[in-house]
């Protein structure tokens, strides 16, 4: 029987959602609330689905056909409904970021932990054949050697509609982490599963570029340290104001891994990345510095299923199967999540600081014992619902 998913608000990434359920005998969309019906009978046109409708997420989370939910509502709302689905026994995928704060992400941790439903977050990439491999390959010190710097960019050119979209300050008020939550997230990913399944930065420095009028990140660049000498480094830049790029680079000792596509990539099935490396201890400058030296390997994956498939079916499996070290993988799922809120808070901590370094180490085990329960959201802003 496969998982039966539920959408809480139609964000745009619902209609994806529905293309990667159909493609796979694993996850099936049953319902969905939303309180806009013209932009609910839109939806249902396009995506041409039957299923059950609500106007209220309770009444949904109250569903017993229901599994699992995708919060796909404004980032300030993330924690109070992801609470309220475990409280219901609802499994819960959250489309990034998790939260708004480091706080609501503990909390939400915590609940779904005393609950033992599987929270994740919708990174999709972080779920495909092609991170197996990468990680796999980075993860051989004696070939690759320690991981010391990782470059991530995420950025694309928001429309004029959009931008406009996001001065509003009902969009402000909900979704105040700009490109640092939405495409920062999945640098943030980046460089959490470069430097190994525990790590945790213990600083973080940066800056923004550009605001909007209602102060909302639209351009940020920084860094984030692995280590107190700073000598193991995530680089990042998200920007909705740029050309789509979608760039990692992860250097090691000895070899430097790059993909061009590390988000999205260009084809859904067929993807691939590349691994140069250069000579034992001599320069790989020869001939007057005209010449490298080095092999550049470009490693194929194809015939893979899409990225968001993978994602849905890796859900599906932690939220179903019981299979030896459940327990221990779906706590790592929740804390790789929340790690990466950590992150991304510390560089909003450090732009509001005007690009200061500052801490962001965290003992996640102990913050998680302390978690205060997620603020309810005010009735007028959500209908009370």
Not at 346 to 357: K, M, N
Request: glycine content about 6%.
């Amino acid at each position: 029987m496969p998982l039966r998913l539920g959408l809480l608000g139609l964000s745009p990434s619902s209609r994806t959602l529905v293309d990667a359920a159909r493609r796979s005998d694993r996850v099936e969309i049953v319902a969905v609330a939303v309180r806009d019906k013209a932009r609910l009978a839109e939806w249902r046109a396009e995506c041409e689905v039957d299923v059950n409708v609500y106007e209220s997420y309770n009444s949904l989370l109250r569903d017993g056909d229901v599994d699992a939910v995708y919060i796909g509502l404004p980032t300030r709302q993330h924690a109070s409904w992801c609470c309220a689905a475990a409280k219901m026994h609802k499994h819960v995928l959250v489309e990034p970021p998790l939260a708004s704060e480091l706080s609501d992400a503990l909390a939400m941790r915590e609940a779904c932990a005393r609950e033992d439903v599987v929270l994740m977050d919708a990174a999709m990439f972080v779920h495909h054949e092609r991170t197996r491999q990468i990680m796999e390959e980075i993860g051989s010190r004696r070939d690759f050697g320690e991981v010391r710097r990782c470059t991530a960019a995420f950025s694309f050119s928001a429309s004029a509609a959009f931008l406009r979209a996001s001065e509003a300050e009902r969009a402000a008020e909900d979704d105040p982490l700009g490109c640092v939550g939405d495409l920062g997230w999945y640098c943030a990913r980046a460089g959490l599963l470069a430097f190994g399944p525990d790590a945790m930065p213990k600083s973080c420095q940066a800056t923004v570029s550009e605001f909007n009028a209602m102060g909302v990140p639209l351009d940020c660049s920084g860094v984030c340290y692995f280590d107190d000498d700073r000598k193991r480094a995530l680089h990042f830049h998200a920007s909705f104001l740029h050309p789509l790029r979608q760039w990692l680079e992860i250097v090691g000792d000895h070899k430097v891994l790059t993909c061009d596509d590390f988000v999205i990539p260009r084809f859904s099935k067929d993807c691939s990345y590349s691994v140069e490396s250069f000579p034992g201890d001599a320069s790989p400058l020869i001939d007057l510095d005209t010449c490298v030296v080095s092999v550049k390997n470009k490693t194929p994956v194809v015939n893979q299923k899409s990225q968001r498939v993978a994602m849905l079916e890796a859900f599906a499996d932690l939220c179903l199967f019981q299979y030896p070290r459940r327990a221990e993988i779906r706590k790592r799922e929740a804390d790789a999540a929340v790690r990466a809120q950590a992150l991304v808070s510390g560089v909003i901590e450090s732009c509001r600081q005007r690009g200061e370094l500052v801490s962001v180490a965290v003992d996640i085990e102990a913050a998680g014992e302390d978690a205060a329960p997620a603020k309810k959201q005010k009735r007028k802003r959500d209908g009370g619902d």
